[in-house]
């Protein structure tokens, strides 16, 4: 998805990072939380996702057999997603969780620096990640609100691309 954390808004950063959580738990056509994960593992694949300045990337893999269903399920994430607030906090905390752990990784303290000693404009100036400071609802925005409304931005066929890899024809 041609999106991620430079296009977060002002008032909840880190958005796009809490999106790529928030995604995973459950659609319209497969209702339960973490179904495809569940199904990856069950047919010894492998699933997980980032958020980067300026894309979030999610990706699995499974056996050519199953790689039909594991796609179904996959799409449906950004057809009907439910983003259903019963997860919100678990999944702010796991942001922050992420967010607080990075804080003592170099790769993240220089990014950190580099954006802090750079133009205050520029987004890499901002927090990426996010944490429970500023993925909450402010006077101005609800957090439910923005995340719906960046769901509706950014994840729209033009903005996303889908690579498949298999020896199925």
């Not at 999106?3 to 995973?24: I, V």
């Not at 039909?68 to 607030?85: C, E, G, R, T, V």
């Not at 609802?137 to 903005?159: C, G, H, I, M, V």
Request: charge should be negative.
């Amino acid at each position: 998805v041609a999106a991620g954390s430079y296009h977060d808004p002002d008032a909840h950063l880190g958005l796009a990072h809490y999106l790529e959580h928030m995604l995973f738990l459950g659609n319209e056509k497969y209702p339960e939380a973490n179904s495809l994960q569940k199904f990856v593992d069950l047919n010894g694949g492998a699933w997980n996702a980032y958020t980067a300045p300026d894309h979030t990337n999610y990706f699995f893999q499974i056996k050519a057999d199953k790689l039909a269903q594991a796609l179904d399920n996959f799409s449906q994430y950004f057809i009907s997603p439910k983003l259903d607030q019963t997860y919100a906090d678990k999944e702010r905390n796991a942001v922050n969780s992420e967010w607080s752990m990075g804080r003592t990784h170099d790769g993240w303290i220089i990014q950190r620096v580099s954006g802090l000693t750079g133009n205050p404009k520029n987004p890499a100036a901002r927090i990426s990640v996010g944490n429970l400071e500023t993925l909450q609802d402010t006077e101005d925005s609800k957090l439910q609100d923005a995340l719906w409304s960046f769901y509706n931005r950014y994840y729209s066929a033009n903005l996303m691309k889908l690579v498949l890899v298999s020896n199925e024809p």
